[in-house]
């Protein structure tokens, strides 16, 4: 201890500063390497409980002695008990969800329960059975239903039942289809609801619908449903990035009706076939006065009857000339005319150097290859489709940014906390070091007395006669020469520093001091010896 005192009253203000602040320092890390090595690593238990399971969670961790800490809405636990935790906490039904399911209705009995009582009890039941299952998907974090019921009137008519849901989600959008779906499920648990009459509302508020919308194919989305068809089917054989298609559509803009009636006189059919016939016999005299009559052998004189006979056939056929009728609506969207340019890189082979050659396609594997891609996009030459291949040499093209490489830390596997508690223990014993042991250890220790008077051990070397100090300080140059070297210091430093403090005597007897320090000691031991001889 009077060693210590010795040495702290030996310090100089700023080094007293400095070992309290580095003794203060090495406490306080020592406390947190301390409180670091006993805490466990925390890791989340449950997270966006409601308030009330998230009570109950930490009341059971209480009750087992468990160490835990609540962070906003997380419960952390120690890591290497979390999964025990979850089955002992499930084993016990908690969390406990915030809505009931058909456990309500284990709580009704025969006695003081009304049928009204156990409508609200059922629909309550029903809503709660809904949200959990509405809530079992990943994207929501929570959900209400509400279902209007319509009561047990035999005389309500047209009425419709109805449904709402209120869900809050992760930050997810709820697209179309999985609103669709919601109401499909709620609609399919409620009888005579359909997914129409359920009204589906997110988090802010907003309505979600659950018709999708129609999309619209335009000429860019048809050609890039192409292009990649086509890409697809040449990587399979040039291999990846070794191909580009193009695609340009000129598509029609503009509704289009035409409607065509034509008729076939060739094409002529007898639907009906009308036949008449008539003949018509007559016989008598003739009263007719002629010249011949009037004559004595004229044709009176052959007689006076006469006869006839007339016979009339008529057909009549029905034909109809056949038509066709034709309408033609061409809507915005059709193909008009589509060009294809298509770009494969050649092949490079190294030739006896090592030096690499680019050679393009072979012609049989361009045709090979047109063929495929106009079979994949449909190409028509009689609509003026036109397909344009082509083996050209690719550029090669340097990498943006910088490549992912595996790090350091994650090749070596380190914990990272392991290191942190390494790199702190590490600067602590840097400024215990530094700042504590070198101060006191640098500084040289005081020797008492009785060292001052014990003999020398060793015998010094001889050396040139010196001169005796007579306490009198000499102004004149040191012959600098006949010193011998008690130290490491060249002859040369010690002149000029000698020569540097020649206008400060004080300076100039400590800086011989120092170097002659045995010389010293010799003259102080032969100082005190005399004292003790004239005492």
Same mark, same amino acid.
């Given at each position: 201890?009077?060693?210590?005192?010795?040495?702290?009253?030996?310090?100089?203000?700023?080094?007293?500063?400095?070992?309290?602040?580095?003794?203060?320092?090495?406490?306080?890390?020592?406390?947190?390497?301390?409180?670091?090595?006993?805490?466990?690593?925390?890791?989340?238990?449950?997270?966006?409980?409601?308030?009330?399971?998230?009570?109950?969670?930490?009341?059971?961790?209480?009750?087992?002695?468990?160490?835990?800490?609540?962070?906003?809405?997380?419960?952390?636990?120690?890591?290497?008990?979390?999964?025990?935790?979850?089955?002992?906490?499930?084993?016990?039904?908690?969390?406990?969800?915030?809505?009931?399911?058909?456990?309500?209705?284990?709580?009704?009995?025969?006695?003081?329960?009304?049928?009204?009582?156990?409508?609200?009890?059922?629909?309550?039941?029903?809503?709660?059975?809904?949200?959990?299952?509405?809530?079992?998907?990943?994207?929501?974090?929570?959900?209400?239903?509400?279902?209007?019921?319509?009561?047990?009137?035999?005389?309500?008519?047209?009425?419709?039942?109805?449904?709402?849901?209120?869900?809050?989600?992760?930050?997810?959008?709820?697209?179309?289809?999985?609103?669709?779906?919601?109401?499909?499920?709620?609609?399919?648990?409620?009888?005579?609801?359909?997914?129409?009459?359920?009204?589906?509302?997110?988090?802010?508020?907003?309505?979600?619908?659950?018709?999708?919308?129609?999309?619209?194919?335009?000429?860019?989305?048809?050609?890039?449903? *192409?292009?990649?068809? @086509?890409?697809? +089917?040449? !990587? &399979? /054989?040039?291999?990846?990035?070794?191909?580009?298609?193009?695609?340009?559509?000129?598509?029609?803009?503009?509704?289009?009706?035409?409607?065509?009636?034509?008729?076939?006189?060739?094409?002529?059919?007898?639907?009906?076939?009308?036949?008449?016939?008539?003949?018509?016999?007559?016989?008598?005299?003739?009263?007719?006065?002629?010249?011949?009559?009037?004559?004595?052998?004229?044709?009176?004189?052959?007689?006076?009857?006469?006869?006839?006979?007339?016979?009339?056939?008529?057909?009549?056929?029905?034909?109809?000339?056949?038509?066709?009728?034709?309408?033609?609506?061409?809507?915005?969207?059709?193909?008009?005319?589509?060009?294809?340019?298509?770009?494969?890189?050649?092949?490079?082979?190294?030739?006896?150097?090592?030096?690499?050659?680019?050679?393009?396609?072979?012609?049989?594997?361009?045709?090979?290859?047109?063929? *495929?891609?106009?079979? @994949?996009?449909? +190409?028509? !030459? &009689? /609509?003026?489709?036109?397909?344009?291949?082509?083996?050209?040499?690719?550029?090669?093209?340097?990498?943006?940014?910088?490549?992912?490489?595996?790090?350091?830390?994650?090749?070596?596997?380190?914990?990272?906390?392991?290191?942190?508690?390494?790199?702190?223990?590490?600067?602590?014993?840097?400024?215990?070091?530094?700042?504590?042991?070198?101060?006191?250890?640098?500084?040289?220790?005081?020797?008492?007395?009785?060292?001052?008077?014990?003999?020398?051990?060793?015998?010094?070397?001889?050396?040139?006669?010196?001169?005796?100090?007579?306490?009198?300080?000499?102004?004149?140059?040191?012959?600098?020469?006949?010193?011998?070297?008690?130290?490491?210091?060249?002859?040369?430093?010690?002149?000029?520093?000698?020569?540097?403090?020649?206008?400060?005597?004080?300076?100039?007897?400590?800086?011989?001091?120092?170097?002659?320090?045995?010389?010293?000691?010799?003259?102080?031991?032969?100082?005190?010896?005399?004292?003790?001889?004239?005492?």
């Amino acid at each position: 201890m009077q060693q210590i005192t010795k040495l702290w009253k030996a310090l100089t203000l700023r080094n007293r500063i400095i070992v309290i602040g580095a003794a203060v320092v090495m406490f306080w890390a020592v406390l947190a390497l301390a409180r670091m090595a006993s805490t466990p690593s925390m890791t989340l238990l449950y997270a966006g409980l409601e308030s009330g399971a998230a009570g109950e969670v930490v009341a059971a961790l209480e009750q087992q002695g468990v160490q835990y800490q609540v962070r906003n809405d997380a419960i952390l636990v120690d890591a290497t008990r979390r999964d025990e935790l979850r089955m002992i906490l499930a084993g016990e039904g908690l969390p406990r969800s915030g809505t009931s399911g058909y456990e309500l209705l284990d709580g009704l009995s025969g006695f003081g329960t009304t049928s009204q009582m156990f409508d609200a009890a059922y629909w309550r039941a029903k809503e709660g059975e809904l949200a959990r299952t509405i809530v079992s998907h990943p994207a929501i974090l929570a959900a209400r239903v509400h279902i209007a019921s319509t009561g047990a009137n035999p005389f309500q008519r047209n009425i419709r039942r109805s449904a709402s849901v209120s869900i809050t989600t992760n930050g997810a959008e709820i697209s179309a289809k999985h609103a669709r779906a919601l109401q499909f499920l709620v609609a399919s648990a409620v009888a005579d609801l359909t997914p129409d009459d359920v009204s589906i509302i997110d988090a802010e508020g907003a309505l979600v619908s659950g018709t999708e919308e129609t999309k619209v194919n335009t000429s860019d989305e048809r050609a890039e449903g *192409l292009r990649l068809r @086509a890409q697809r +089917l040449l !990587e &399979a /054989r040039v291999g990846p990035g070794n191909a580009v298609v193009e695609i340009a559509l000129e598509t029609v803009t503009q509704t289009e009706s035409t409607r065509e009636r034509r008729f076939d006189p060739e094409g002529r059919v007898a639907i009906s076939t009308d036949t008449e016939e008539r003949a018509n016999t007559s016989s008598g005299g003739d009263t007719s006065v002629t010249v011949a009559s009037n004559l004595p052998d004229g044709d009176a004189a052959a007689g006076g009857t006469s006869a006839s006979e007339n016979t009339e056939t008529r057909e009549r056929v029905n034909y109809e000339v056949s038509s066709t009728e034709r309408e033609i609506i061409q809507q915005p969207g059709a193909i008009k005319r589509m060009t294809v340019a298509v770009l494969i890189n050649g092949i490079i082979t190294p030739d006896a150097s090592g030096t690499p050659i680019f050679a393009p396609r072979p012609a049989e594997e361009l045709t090979a290859l047109s063929d *495929l891609v106009a079979s @994949a996009v449909g +190409l028509d !030459e &009689a /609509r003026g489709d036109a397909l344009t291949i082509r083996s050209l040499q690719f550029q090669p093209t340097e990498p943006v940014g910088t490549l992912v490489e595996t790090g350091l830390l994650e090749r070596l596997a380190i914990d990272t906390m392991t290191l942190v508690q390494s790199l702190v223990l590490a600067i602590v014993a840097l400024v215990l070091g530094l700042f504590v042991l070198r101060p006191i250890l640098s500084r040289p220790a005081l020797q008492p007395a009785s060292q001052l008077n014990a003999p020398a051990r060793r015998v010094p070397e001889p050396e040139p006669a010196l001169t005796p100090l007579s306490g009198v300080i000499d102004d004149g140059d040191i012959d600098v020469a006949g010193l011998s070297d008690v130290s490491e210091t060249p002859q040369a430093g010690l002149r000029q520093r000698l020569d540097d403090s020649t206008d400060d005597p004080v300076a100039r007897l400590r800086a011989l001091i120092g170097q002659r320090q045995e010389e010293t000691v010799e003259i102080l031991r032969n100082w005190l010896e005399g004292e003790e001889e004239r005492v």
